[in-house]
């Protein structure tokens, strides 16, 4: 009997110890979460993982969690941080709405390394598994909006790691999925952005896929314009062409008209038949104006060129108008340096008979420019015609 009653006296004594540690552990995490600065916090609850952690208490998993959220308010990412957020996940009971923001916060630090974007993508898919059910609890129901913003953050991060890790068209799909639920336009400003790093780097046929997505969704004119850039930049031409004419049916816009007609010039060197075409869509990009005032003006430039082509004497004719004018300037020169000071009654015979012939000859020579400028007027007032038909067409 003594001895029963000793082995209880002792039992008490050991049960009683363990009450007094865990209800110790339990002061501390309350201490803990009633620190004023997320430093503080983050300081303490070290302390209390350090003291009581695995030893049965029923705070671990919060310590875990809030000790990590409590780092990241902190700036702090390291592995160690990112290691006591793992660490709460393993623990049950986690309320589900501080689950979502862990896995949230795991995905976006790990989705900014290219090392680390495949444990990027496992947490986000986490995520959007953790969201779906959680959404579906009816303790739940008033934070829908809250699980539908994680959701689509979850699909934002796995672009963001698809991208690091290259796959630009898993990067593409995530951000639509992000976009179609949180409707932000600056997720489409990323996919464009995306799209053109990889146009400005040479790399066309990612490029092409990227646009390709984005104007198949959008329908609008820039991913079009860009779009039909990546393909001819790649030698698709006729697609190109096809995908530019398109959009300009659709709005006409001076940067369209240039890219048409730019590519049309260029063929028109092989295939004549097209100089007309291309003439009309540069005039009408110089009539339309483009956001770069050096397009129109090259649209302009171009345009004059082709239609002054297609009159076979054109640059002949300019030739002989700028010989003549030379042979005019340097007679003139002559008469000014030898005669400016002089009266033709203070002339010798010889310099009356040169001063008469070098005046002969300017008169002379200007009669032959006007002839010759004559002949030019049919093809400028040609070209005059198409410009004022441009303007016409497009309403200027």
Known sequence: MKKAVLTIVLLSVFLGGICFAQSEGDQAYIKAMQANSPQEKATQLKEYISKYAGKGGQYDGFAYSFLFLALIESNKTDAETLGYGEKALTFPGIEDIIK???????????ARNPQTAEKAKQFANQLIQHAASSKSKEAEAGNAATWNGLTGGAHYVMGQAAEKSKDYKGAVEAYFNAYNILKKKEILSDIKKMGKSLYEAGNMAEAEKVFRVIYNTQQDGESLTLLAQCLYKQGKEAEAMAMFKEGFGKKKTGEMAYNIGVMLAKEAKTNPALTGEAIKYLLDAAGLGTKNPKEAQQAMNIAQSLFFSQDKEWNNRVKLIQESNKLIEDWAKTLNTKYKDKSEDDLTPDEKREFRRLNENIEKEKKIV????????????????????????NGR
Request: charged share 25%; aromatic share 6%; hydrophobic share 40%.
């Open 100 to 110: 979502g923001r862990i896995l949230m916060t795991l995905a976006s630090v790990y």
């Open 370 to 393: 006007e002839g010759i400028q004559a002949q030019q007027k049919t093809t400028m007032d040609g070209f005059n015609k198409a410009l004022a038909e441009a303007k016409s067409r």
